[in-house]
């Protein structure tokens, strides 16, 4: 990503202090084959991204992309500028799924400070496929990207 110092920890449990759906998503955005959720609890505007694995980016300026020949699309189908509560009391979120039938390979998930008048922001960053759900918590300073997590994904077409 951009080298800069970034804290986080790994925890395969998740943990959000939002009300939480199954695998500890908050209820906002779709499901789909895989999925990617970004919650933070500040005005910063963070952004959720997904590289797919033909190098396509998913993020706030490119919502929707089709891949796998017209069989899959990934959505960025939760946006939040971080000016909008979510979920009370403080709750923002994005989102990002992945429906039909993707191709194998590496999903990237990551996050980005797109601005803060905090200093830093921490967030949670939870990422389910085929039934794992994977977790990072952490902070980020404006312009820094967050460690990513990558989903090997080895069920799908293509």
Known sequence: ???NSFDASVNQLGHTPLVT?????????????????L????????DLHLVLPDHQEVYFG???????????NAELDADNLGNHIDVPPNGRVENIVVRGVPVNGDYTFFVNSFSTS????????RVSSNGTVQ?????IAE?????PIVVPYRGGGG
């Open 62 to 72: 490119n919502k929707t992309v089709t891949f796998n020949n017209g069989q899959a």
């Open 135 to 139: 977790v990072i918590t952490g902070t």
């Open 118 to 125: 905090n200093g830093s922001d921490s967030f949670t960053l």
């Open 39 to 46: 919650v933070w609890n500040t005005s910063a505007d963070l």
């Open 1 to 3: 990503m951009n080298g």
């Open 21 to 37: 759906d199954d695998g500890g998503f908050v209820p906002i955005g779709g499901t789909g084959v895989i999925r990617g959720q």
């Open 143 to 147: 312009g820094e990207n967050s460690t």
